[in-house]
C-alpha cells in the first residue's frame, strides 16, 4: 500500500519552500562574487536575459511535471515525458548529490561567522581587525571546516527527516519574511555610504568590451543555479503541489523574489567595498569571500545597530542556505522513497551519511590539505571545491537544464503541458504559445548555444 502523498499546505507554502530552494548562498556569496570577476554592468545583464528567457520557462516546466507526476525527478520524467528519460532524472540526483556536498561547506561558513560576530559585539572589535586575513585563517583550518560542515549536515538532515509538512514547510515560513526585512534594513544602511554609487554603476552599467564569452557561460550557468533548475529540485517541490495552485503565478513570484534579493545583496555587498579604503585589495585576494570579507566592516560601521544586526545577519545566511540544503537533500532521498519503497527516514539518514564523505573532501580543499587544495581540472579553477562547483554550475546544470527544457517542449504533447499551465487560475498575461515558443526554441537554442560556444571555442574548458 502506498501512502498518501504529502501537499503543501497553501499557495504560499508552496512559494516559500520554492523560493526558500532558490534564495541562498547563490544569492547572498556566488552572484556577488561572479559579477565581481566579471566586472559587473555587462554580465549581469546577460544574467538577466539567461533568467526571464531560459529560467523563467523552465522553472514553469519542471514544476508542471512535477506536479503533473507526483513523484520525484525519476519518476516524474519517466512519467511525463517517456520512459528512456529516467536517466535525466538520474543525472540530477547526481547533480543533487555533490552539489549538496560542496554547499554545505560555505554554509558552515556562516555559522563561523555567526559566533565570530556574536563575540565582537559582547565584547569589542579586535583593534586593527583585518577581515580578509580572519577569512583566509578560517578556511584554512581543517578541523574547524569539517566540524562546522559536520554541524550544518545534522541541520538538513534533521530537517528533511522531519518531511515536508514538519520539517521544510514550517522552517521556510519563519525564515524568508524575517531574511527579507533584514535585507532591506542592510539595504538602506549601505545606500546612505559614500561609495553606493559607484556601486550602483558597477552593477548597473554594462560595458560589452569587459565581458568575456566565459562570462556567458558562467551567467547561464548561475541563472540554473540560483533557481534551483536543471537538476529537478523544482520537479520534486513541484510533486507535493496540488492542481488548485497556479504554477504560472508561482513560477513567477519565485524568479522575481530570487533576482531582486540577488541584485539587493550584491548592492549592499559592492557598496561597502568601494566606500572602505583598501577593501578592494583585501576582497581581490579571495572574492570567494567577499560576503565574509566586506559585510562585517558594514556592522560594525555605518550600520545601525550593526552589532545586533551583524550576528543575526549570519544566522539568516545559515537559514538561507538550510532552505536551499533541504531541497537538495529532498531531491536524492526522495530518489530512494519514491523509486525504491526506502521509508523517509532511513532512506534521510543514509544520503545525508554518504554526501558527508563528499563533503569532508571540499571542506579540506581550501588550504588544510595542500593537494585536495591545489589540483586544477578546469582553468584557474583550484582545488577540490572550485572544480566540483565549476562542473557542477557551468556544465552539470546547463546540460540537464537542456534536457529538461527538450522533453516538456518536444516530448510532452501539447494538451500534456497547456493542462498544466492553462489550469483556470493562471494570469492574464500569460500566454501559452509563448512559452511553448520559448520552451521549444529559445531555452533550448540559448544553452546549446552557449554550451557549444565555450566547447568549440575552448573558452573556459581546459
Ligand atoms: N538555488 C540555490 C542557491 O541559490 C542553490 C540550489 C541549486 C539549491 C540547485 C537547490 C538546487 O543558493
Known amino acids: ?55 523563467l520557462p523552465i522553472m514553469m516546466a519542471e514544476i508542471l511535471i512535477g506536479r503533473r507526476s507526483q513523484r520525484s525527478v525519476v519518476g516524474a520524467l519517466k512519467e511525463a515525458v517517456g520512459p528512456g528519460w529516467g536517466i ?21 561558513w556562516s555559522l563561523f561567522y555567526f559566533v565570530q560576530t556574536l563575540g565582537w559585539s559582547l565584547s569589542a572589535v579586535p583593534p586593527g581587525l583585518q577581515t580578509g586575513d580572519l577569512f583566509g585563517q578560517q578556511v584554512s583550518n581543517g578541523r574547524l571546516q569539517l566540524g562546522l560542515s559536520l554541524v550544518f549536515s545534522v541541520a538538513t538532515v534533521a530537517v528533511v527527516y522531519l518531511g515536508i509538512h514538519r520539517g521544510i514547510e514550517r522552517l521556510t515560513r519563519t525564515v524568508l519574511p524575517i531574511l527579507f526585512g533584514i535585507l532591506l534594513l542592510l539595504l538602506f544602511s549601505a545606500l546612505r555610504m559614500e561609495g553606493s554609487a559607484e556601486a550602483v ?28 533548475l536543471g537538476m529537478g529540485a523544482m520537479i520534486t517541490y513541484g510533486s507535493y503541489v496540488d492542481r488548485s495552485q497556479s504554477i504560472v503565478k508561482m513560477s513567477a513570484v519565485i524568479v522575481l523574489l530570487d533576482t ?128 566540483a562547483d565549476h562542473f557542477v554550475s557551468n ?31 493562471e494570469p492574464g498575461w500569460f500566454h501559452y504559445g509563448v512559452w511553448r515558443f520559448f520552451i521549444r526554441f529559445i531555452a533550448p537554442a540559448a544553452v546549446g548555444a552557449v554550451i557549444v560556444a565555450v566547447l568549440f571555442f575552448g573558452v573556459d574548458f581546459s
Not at 23 to 29: F, R, Y
Not at 210 to 223: F, I, N, R, V
Not at 294 to 305: A, G, I, K, W
Open 1 to 55: 500500500m502506498q501512502e498518501q502523498r504529502a501537499h503543501w499546505g497553501s499557495s504560499v507554502a508552496f512559494i516559500l519552500a520554492a523560493t526558500g530552494s532558490a534564495i541562498g548562498l547563490g544569492n547572498l556569496w556566488k552572484f556577488p562574487f561572479i559579477t565581481w570577476d566579471n566586472q559587473g554592468g555587462a554580465f549581469v545583464l546577460v544574467y538577466l536575459a539567461c533568467i526571464a528567457g531560459v529560467g
Open 88 to 108: 535525466v532524472g538520474a543525472w540530477g540526483v547526481l547533480c543533487g548529490f555533490i552539489l549538496l556536498s560542496y554547499y554545505t561547506v560555505i554554509a558552515g
Open 201 to 228: 554603476a558597477f552593477i548597473f552599467r554594462p560595458n560589452f568590451a569587459e565581458l568575456e564569452p566565459g562570462g556567458l557561460l558562467e551567467a547561464l550557468g548561475h541563472s540554473f543555479f540560483t533557481l534551483s
Open 260 to 387: 531582486v534579493i540577488a541584485l539587493i545583496a550584491t548592492v549592499i555587498m559592492f557598496s561597502v567595498i568601494f566606500s572602505v579604503a583598501g577593501m578592494e585589495d583585501q576582497v581581490g585576494a579571495s572574492t570567494v569571500g567577499m560576503l565574509f570579507i566586506s559585510l562585517p566592516e558594514l556592522f560594525y560601521s555605518e550600520v545601525p545597530f550593526g552589532n545586533w544586526l551583524g550576528p543575526l545577519f549570519y544566522v539568516l545566511v545559515a537559514l538561507a542556505a538550510l532552505t536551499s540544503t533541504i531541497s537538495l537533500l529532498e531531491v536524492v532521498a526522495s530518489y530512494l522513497i519514491d523509486q525504491h519503497g526506502v521509508a523517509r527516514h532511513k532512506s534521510t539518514l543514509i544520503c545525508g551519511a554518504t554526501v558527508f564523505v563528499f563533503t569532508i573532501l571540499a571542506a579540506l580543499s581550501f588550504g588544510a590539505v595542500p593537494n585536495l587544495s591545489s589540483f586544477e581540472l578546469f582553468e584557474g579553477k583550484q582545488g577540490w571545491f572550485a572544480n
Open 395 to 425: 556544465w552539470m546544470l546547463p546540460t540537464g537544464g537542456l534536457a529538461i527544457t527538450i522533453g516538456a517542449g518536444w516530448f510532452m504533447s501539447r494538451e500534456a503541458t497547456s493542462s498544466e499551465l492553462l489550469d483556470g487560475n
